[in-house]
Every structure is written in structure tokens, then in C-alpha cells.
């Protein structure tokens, strides 16, 4: 339905186009025909007036009668003249313009130079020459006439052959305009025929890429693009849904063997404590697990406003390292903060710069063994503050630390899972800092410990 009304839309624009082209052409040509027939009818009139003044001037005429007597033998001959004395009255006038009842008056403010001028009444239109002269003692106004209707034919034959011409012209256009319309938009409608054809199941379909270097090729280019992108989250969200109903389906099987085991017989007291410890570290973990994928899918969808105001990081990065020294003295773990500015400057949410902050230290401490020590660091850099958080733990492998920041990756499964993680800490992590505008770095050497940065923007 679209692609009628687009080449309609075309065909009409062109129509519109070829009309305005024909009538600016055609108004063109009848004004400079018109303009070239008076200049032709103007230089008739120019020797007629040249030749009055010439006769006058012979016949040195001795009053206003005997000028009107003389003149009025070559108005026998056809000649139409009118002659004004200086004070703008009539002396003489031809038979063919008394005829007519013509008695046009001068141009105003006439000199001697020849003006020409249209007058006359609408159905006798004249052209006119008009000279002031002086003969002998006489100032006169001389003016002779041609009527236009003499070349009148050859303008209403050109008219003539516009009026059909045009519209000839304009339904040829308009054809050729629904013509163009169509071819142009073939290809489009087979894009468009292409496209409707992928879907959930075939998403992996591209559209044919013609080989026409032009904005049907870069339209195809850009589809298929766009696909690729559709097609890749797409995956992205299926294996992440695989992945968190596998996660979830742990735990419950836990809770649930856990349950049974209980209540398979009768037990004892301390038997049924412990299933009861199994059934609650299990559901914590669940929550914990569900906490995070909420966050996650509240992140995503953009929901999870957050609230950048500036402000000091240096009293979080404090707060995060005396929680930490907290948790780890049970472990073995020293904690040590390194913090060299006075201030560090950022733009940032509060809560979600905290929680970023509790990720990478949660990991540093759990993945650092008893000796080890962790250190939280920050400081002022050209580009803006950068926050550490080293540790000398197990590190993570070359071959593994691109993969750190995806959803449920984890180098070990059992150790990560035994030690509380869900495998989406440091995806969390990176998209809060994604939504500072900021990024997570990671460096690690295995066996040696491993330094995760933060690389926060200028306050400004
Ligand atoms: P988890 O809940 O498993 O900790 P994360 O997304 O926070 O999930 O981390 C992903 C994986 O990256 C971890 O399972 C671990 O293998 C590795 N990792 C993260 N932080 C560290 C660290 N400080 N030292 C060593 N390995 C780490």
C-alpha cells in the first residue's frame, strides 16, 4: 500500500515538475515572440515617423490647417498618424484612426527622442511612435500607429500549437513518471518481499546484496546489519535464559532433595537441623541469585534509573575497605587502602558506585586465599579518577580474563559457587560503570593476584 502511494507520490511530483518546467518555458516564449513582434512593428513605425517628419519639413507648411490639408493626402495612402501641437492639441488625424474614433494623446513628458507606446482601443489595439519636432516656426507632436492585430495570427498560431503541445507533453511526462515510479521501486518492494520473509525462525536469513553500488545496495548492507545485531541478542537472551533457569534449577533441586530426605523417615533432631541449614543456605542463595538477575534485566531495560550527582569517591573507597577488613579477618586477609588524593572528584549514584565497589572487593576476598592481602585504591588522573581494587589471589587466566564479564562465566564452577557467586557480579559491575559512563579494566597474572580498575570520567 505504501509503495502505490510512493510512486504515486512520484509520478505526481514528476507531473508537477514537467507542468511548472512547461509553463515557465511556454509564458518564456509568448513574452519574447510578443516583445520581438512589437520590435519589428516598432521599426516600421520608426521610418514612417522619420519619413512624416521629412515630408513636413519639404512641404515647410505655413499653418496648423494647411499641415492637417497636406497630411491628409497620404492619409488617403493608408498612413495612420495623429499630430498634437506643442499645447496637446489635435492638428490632424488620419482617416483610418478618426475611423476608429482614435485620438490617443502623447506620452507626457515627450522630448525629441523617438517613444514608443501601446494604446488604442481593445478592439483596435495600436502600436505608436510619438516625436516631438520642430518645423519651420511649428513645434509638433508627431505620432503614427500600425495595429497589432497584424501580427496578432502569428501569435494566436503559437499559442495554438502550446495549447496542444503542452498537454501532450504533461501526459507523455506523467507516463514516463509512473514508468520511472515502478522501475525504481522494484527493487525495494523485493527488499521489502525479502525481509517480511525472515523471521524468529530463519533469523539467521540475509537479504541478496545487489551489486549496484548505490543506496539499494547500502539499504540491503544496512538490513542485514541489523539483522546480524537482532540475531546475536537474540541468541544472547536465549542462552541467558538457558543459562539463569539452569542456575535456578541447582539450587531448587537441592531445597527439594534436601526436603525429601527429611521427611523420607524419621529423623533425629540434629538431622533435621541440618537438612533445615541445607534447605536455607540454598534459598538465600536463590534470592541472591534472583537479586542479581532482576538487576541485571532492570539494567538492560534502562529501568534502573541512576542518580549522577557529583561528589567525593574517597569516602566510599574508606567505607569499602573498612567492610572489607571486616569480612576478611575471619579469612586471613589484610586490607589495605591507598588512596593518594585528598578528593576524588566523580559524577556518580551513591548506592550503585558502592555496590560496584562491594563486586570487586567480594571477589578479591574470595579468590584470595588466607595471607593474602587486597588493597582498594583511587586516584586523580588527566582524564578523570581511577579506582582500584588489587589482590594477590589465584588471578585469572590469559586465555579467561576475556571472558570475566559475562553473564553466569566462571573459571570454577564449584569454587565460585561454594564461595556465594552467581557468575554475574562483574557483568554487574560493568554495566554500572557503563551507566557512569566509566569502564572496568581487568589485569591478572595467574597465581599472583589480579588488579580490576575502574575508569571513572572527569567530574565535569
Ligand atoms: P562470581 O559470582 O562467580 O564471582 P563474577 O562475575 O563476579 O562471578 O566473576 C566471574 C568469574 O571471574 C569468577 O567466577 C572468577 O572465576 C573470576 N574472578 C572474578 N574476580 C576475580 C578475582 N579477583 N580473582 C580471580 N578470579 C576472579
Same mark, same amino acid.
Given at each position: 500500500?505504501?509503495?502505490?502511494s510512493?510512486r504515486?507520490?512520484?509520478?505526481?511530483?514528476?507531473?508537477?515538475?514537467?507542468?511548472?518546467?512547461?509553463a515557465?518555458a511556454?509564458?518564456?516564449?509568448?513574452?519574447?515572440?510578443?516583445?520581438?513582434?512589437?520590435?519589428?512593428?516598432?521599426?516600421?513605425?520608426?521610418?514612417?515617423?522619420?519619413?512624416?517628419?521629412?515630408?513636413?519639413?519639404?512641404?515647410?507648411?505655413?499653418g496648423?490647417?494647411?499641415?492637417?490639408?497636406?497630411l491628409?493626402?497620404?492619409?488617403?495612402?493608408?498612413?495612420?498618424?495623429?499630430?498634437?501641437?506643442?499645447?496637446?492639441?489635435l492638428?490632424?488625424?488620419?482617416?483610418?484612426?478618426?475611423?476608429?474614433d482614435?485620438?490617443e494623446?502623447?506620452?507626457?513628458?515627450?522630448?525629441?527622442?523617438?517613444?514608443?507606446?501601446?494604446?488604442g482601443?481593445?478592439?483596435?489595439?495600436?502600436?505608436?511612435?510619438w516625436?516631438?519636432?520642430?518645423?519651420?516656426?511649428?513645434?509638433?507632436?508627431?505620432?503614427?500607429?500600425?495595429?497589432?492585430?497584424k501580427f496578432?495570427?502569428?501569435?494566436?498560431?503559437?499559442?495554438?500549437?502550446l495549447?496542444?503541445?503542452?498537454?501532450?507533453?504533461?501526459?507523455?511526462?506523467?507516463?514516463?513518471?509512473?514508468?520511472?515510479?515502478?522501475?525504481?521501486?522494484?527493487?525495494v518492494?523485493?527488499?521489502?518481499?525479502?525481509?517480511?520473509?525472515?523471521?524468529?525462525?530463519?533469523?539467521?536469513?540475509r537479504?541478496?546484496?545487489?551489486?549496484?553500488?548505490?543506496?539499494?545496495?547500502?539499504?540491503?548492507?544496512?538490513l542485514?546489519?541489523?539483522?546480524?545485531?537482532?540475531?546475536?541478542?537474540?541468541?544472547?537472551?536465549?542462552?541467558?535464559?538457558?543459562?539463569?533457569?539452569?542456575?535456578?534449577?541447582?539450587?531448587?533441586?537441592?531445597?527439594?532433595?534436601?526436603?525429601?530426605?527429611?521427611?523420607?523417615?524419621?529423623?533425629?533432631?540434629d538431622?533435621?537441623?541440618?537438612?533445615?541449614?541445607?534447605?536455607?543456605?540454598?534459598?538465600?542463595?536463590?534470592?541472591?541469585?534472583?537479586? *542479581?538477575?532482576? +538487576? #541485571?534485566a /532492570?539494567?538492560?531495560?534502562?529501568?534502573?534509573?541512576? &542518580? =549522577?550527582?557529583?561528589?567525593? %569517591?574517597?569516602?566510599?573507597l574508606?567505607?569499602?575497605?573498612?567492610?572489607?577488613?571486616?569480612?576478611?579477618?575471619?579469612?586471613?586477609?589484610?586490607?589495605?587502602?591507598?588512596v593518594?588524593?585528598?578528593?576524588?572528584?566523580?559524577?556518580? *549514584?551513591?548506592? +550503585? #558506585?558502592? /555496590?560496584?565497589?562491594?563486586i570487586?572487593?567480594?571477589? &578479591? =576476598?574470595?579468590?584470595?586465599? %588466607?595471607?593474602?592481602?587486597?588493597?582498594?585504591?583511587?586516584?586523580?588522573v588527566?582524564?578523570?579518577?581511577?579506582?582500584?581494587v588489587?589482590?594477590?589471589?589465584?588471578?585469572?587466566?590469559?586465555?579467561?580474563?576475556?571472558?570475566?564479564?559475562?553473564r553466569?562465566?566462571?573459571?570454577?564452577?564449584?569454587?565460585?559457587?561454594?564461595?556465594g557467586?552467581?557468575?554475574?557480579?562483574?557483568?554487574?559491575?560493568?554495566?554500572?560503570?557503563e551507566?557512569?559512563?566509566?569502564?572496568?579494566?581487568?589485569?591478572?597474572?595467574?597465581?599472583?593476584?589480579?588488579?580490576?580498575?575502574?575508569?571513572?570520567?572527569?567530574?565535569?
Amino acid at each position: 500500500m505504501h509503495t502505490r502511494s510512493l510512486r504515486f507520490r512520484l509520478a505526481f511530483w514528476y507531473f508537477c515538475t514537467v507542468a511548472a518546467i512547461c509553463a515557465c518555458a511556454a509564458a518564456g516564449y509568448w513574452v519574447s515572440i510578443r516583445s520581438g513582434l512589437n520590435h519589428a512593428l516598432d521599426q516600421g513605425l520608426r521610418y514612417r515617423l522619420i519619413g512624416l517628419r521629412e515630408f513636413l519639413d519639404e512641404i515647410e507648411p505655413g499653418g496648423h490647417d494647411e499641415i492637417a490639408a497636406r497630411l491628409d493626402e497620404i492619409s488617403l495612402l493608408g498612413e495612420l498618424y495623429l499630430v498634437y501641437d506643442a499645447g496637446g492639441s489635435l492638428i490632424a488625424q488620419s482617416r483610418g484612426l478618426a475611423r476608429h474614433d482614435v485620438a490617443e494623446p502623447p506620452p507626457a513628458d515627450l522630448g525629441f527622442d523617438i517613444r514608443y507606446a501601446s494604446g488604442g482601443p481593445p478592439d483596435f489595439r495600436l502600436r505608436l511612435a510619438w516625436q516631438q519636432v520642430t518645423i519651420g516656426s511649428h513645434t509638433l507632436i508627431l505620432g503614427v500607429a500600425d495595429p497589432q492585430r497584424k501580427f496578432e495570427g502569428v501569435l494566436g498560431a503559437f499559442t495554438t500549437v502550446l495549447a496542444l503541445s503542452i498537454p501532450a507533453v504533461l501526459v507523455v511526462a506523467t507516463g514516463c513518471g509512473v514508468w520511472l515510479g515502478r522501475r525504481a521501486l522494484a527493487p525495494v518492494a523485493r527488499i521489502a518481499d525479502e525481509a517480511r520473509a525472515i523471521g524468529e525462525r530463519n533469523l539467521s536469513a540475509r537479504l541478496a546484496v545487489p551489486e549496484s553500488r548505490d543506496e539499494l545496495q547500502q539499504l540491503s548492507e544496512t538490513l542485514n546489519d541489523m539483522l546480524e545485531r537482532i540475531e546475536q541478542s537474540f541468541t544472547r537472551t536465549r542462552q541467558f535464559t538457558a543459562d539463569a533457569s539452569h542456575e535456578l534449577r541447582a539450587p531448587m533441586t537441592l531445597i527439594h532433595t534436601a526436603a525429601q530426605h527429611a521427611l523420607r523417615r524419621e529423623r533425629s533432631r540434629d538431622d533435621l537441623i541440618d537438612g533445615m541449614e541445607k534447605i536455607l543456605r540454598e534459598s538465600t542463595r536463590t534470592t541472591l541469585l534472583i537479586d *542479581d538477575l532482576l +538487576q #541485571l534485566a /532492570r539494567g538492560d531495560a534502562g529501568k534502573d534509573a541512576v &542518580a =549522577l550527582v557529583p561528589m567525593d %569517591a574517597a569516602p566510599l573507597l574508606r567505607d569499602a575497605a573498612e567492610q572489607a577488613a571486616a569480612m576478611a579477618a575471619s579469612k586471613g586477609i589484610l586490607v589495605g587502602l591507598d588512596v593518594e588524593a585528598e578528593a576524588l572528584p566523580v559524577t556518580a *549514584d551513591d548506592a +550503585q #558506585l558502592r /555496590r560496584l565497589l562491594l563486586i570487586l572487593t567480594d571477589n &578479591a =576476598l574470595k579468590y584470595t586465599p %588466607a595471607g593474602g592481602r587486597v588493597t582498594i585504591g583511587g586516584r586523580r588522573v588527566a582524564d578523570g579518577v581511577t579506582i582500584t581494587v588489587a589482590d594477590t589471589g589465584a588471578g585469572i587466566a590469559p586465555d579467561d580474563l576475556p571472558h570475566v564479564f559475562e553473564r553466569f562465566w566462571r573459571a570454577d564452577k564449584v569454587r565460585s559457587r561454594d564461595a556465594g557467586g552467581t557468575g554475574l557480579g562483574l557483568t554487574i559491575a560493568a554495566q554500572i560503570a557503563e551507566r557512569h559512563g566509566a569502564r572496568v579494566e581487568v589485569e591478572s597474572e595467574p597465581g599472583r593476584g589480579s588488579v580490576f580498575t575502574v575508569r571513572m570520567p572527569r567530574a565535569d
